[in-house]
Every structure is written in C-alpha cells, then in structure tokens.
C-alpha cells in the first residue's frame, strides 16, 4: 500500500517519513542483503527474510520519502528527520545499490540514491552542507560499481548512469576535492559507447556540463575529448 502510494502520488510520504524510516530502511536494504559500502560488488545473497519484490517496492517508497524530504539548509527545525538520517541512509542505500541481486532493487537502490544527493544539496549554489563530504564518498561506492559493470540489466545501467548525474550535478565539488570525481566521469563517458546508455549518458554529461559547482568543469575536460566521437559519430536510439 506504501508504495502504491509514493506511485500514485509522488512526495505523498514525505510528512510520514521520519515515522516511515526505520520500517521501510529494514525491508529495503536488510544488513543480510547488502555488502559493505566501501566493499561494492553485486556477489551477496539474497535475504531470506525479505522478497526482491518486497525490497524493490519499499526502496520505491523511500525514493517517495527523500523527493519530499526538507533540505538540510531549509529545514523548518533542526530536528528535520532529513537532517538525522542522512548519514545513516548513505551507507544502507549505497550497500543496496551495489550488492542487491534482484535487479529493480538495485535499481530502485540506485534510484534513491540520485535521490539522495539532491536532498542533500537541492540547491547547487550554496555551500556544501555538514557532513556531506562523506555522504557523497559513500553513494559513490554505491554507484560506480554499477555504472562500470558491462554485464549489468538494462534497467540497472540506465538507473547507475542517472545517479551518477546527479552526483555530480548536485555533489561534484566534494567529490572533486576528494579526488573521487574523475572515476565517475570517466565511467560515465564510457556509457556513451553503449546503444542501451547512450541517451541516458549525453543527457548526465549535459547536466554535469551546465553545474557551476567547483572543479567539475575541469573534470569535464578530459571526458569532453573522449566523449565527442561518440556524440558526433552516434545517433541515440529513441
């Protein structure tokens, strides 16, 4: 019924959320189904305690629950439930996203975790909040191992690359100042030279290209050089 809801009417469980959080975070990412985030790889076994299906439909609800999450910055009181669980949402979903088996799982993990990089920071033009340095760290490990993989389900793939520009888009800065930046672009442009990705791949670039943040311009050079052939040699598929 949760998720049903965050389909039907999208931001619908954001006021619930800090009631919602612990329930939805223990059916969608189980310690027993996820890897350790720093780990990344998709080698774990399925829970046994929770269904792929069941998994997939609450990390949609979650995904509902960060649309409509206040921002650190303009949250209406210190005690924002986004403010708190932040930190602990980084590990859980990054976890999810790389090492769940069922692939709308990790697609929706991956899909939360795009989320969550835009309510850390949904505003680009202010200063990187507290503690988001390390948020952005932990959902690289997430996603940068699904964006690599080449033999990843379509869905997957489509739902790393999305991620991965948002990341950069909303967290670019951190990630440049962490040295991390240049992995994940270049993964990124390395999805132009797949049909499936190819949309998908331009579009993030285009993104990342238009962010004013701090060092991603620069890290935007060396995969401009690469990416160029592939834009201009490739039409995408519709």
């Given amino acids: 019924v949760v998720a049903s809801l965050a389909e039907v009417v999208p931001g619908a469980l954001a006021d619930a959320a800090a009631v919602l959080l612990p329930g939805l975070l223990s059916v969608a990412c189980p310690p ?4 350790a985030a720093a780990g990344g790889g998709n080698d774990n076994n399925a829970d046994n305690d929770t269904s792929p299906a069941l998994r997939a439909a609450a990390l949609v609800a979650l995904r509902s629950a960060l649309a409509g999450a206040p921002s650190p910055g303009g949250a209406p009181s210190s005690s924002s439930w986004a403010q708190h669980a932040m930190p602990s949402l980084a590990p859980a979903l990054a976890s999810a996203a790389a090492g769940d088996r069922y692939y709308k799982a990790a697609a929706a993990a991956l899909r ?6 835009r309510a850390v920071r949904p505003v680009v033009d202010v200063p990187l909040p507290a503690g988001a340095d390390a948020i952005a760290s932990t959902l690289l490990k997430g996603v940068l191992p699904r964006l690599q993989a080449s033999d990843a389900d379509a869905e997957v793939k489509e739902a790393a690359v999305a991620a991965a520009g948002s990341l950069v888009s909303c967290l670019g800065d951190a990630l440049a100042s962490s040295g991390e930046l240049s992995a994940l672009l270049e993964a990124l442009g390395a999805r132009l030279r797949d049909a499936g990705t ?3 791949a331009a579009r993030a670039l285009a993104a990342a290209a238009r962010s004013p943040l701090p060092g991603v311009e620069n890290g935007l050079g060396g995969v401009a050089g690469a990416a160029a052939p592939e834009l201009t040699a490739s039409k995408p598929r519709s």
């Fill in 32 to 35: 027993s189904s996820s890897v």
């Fill in 198 to 200: 190819l949309t998908a």
């Fill in 112 to 117: 939360c975790c795009g989320e969550l990089a």
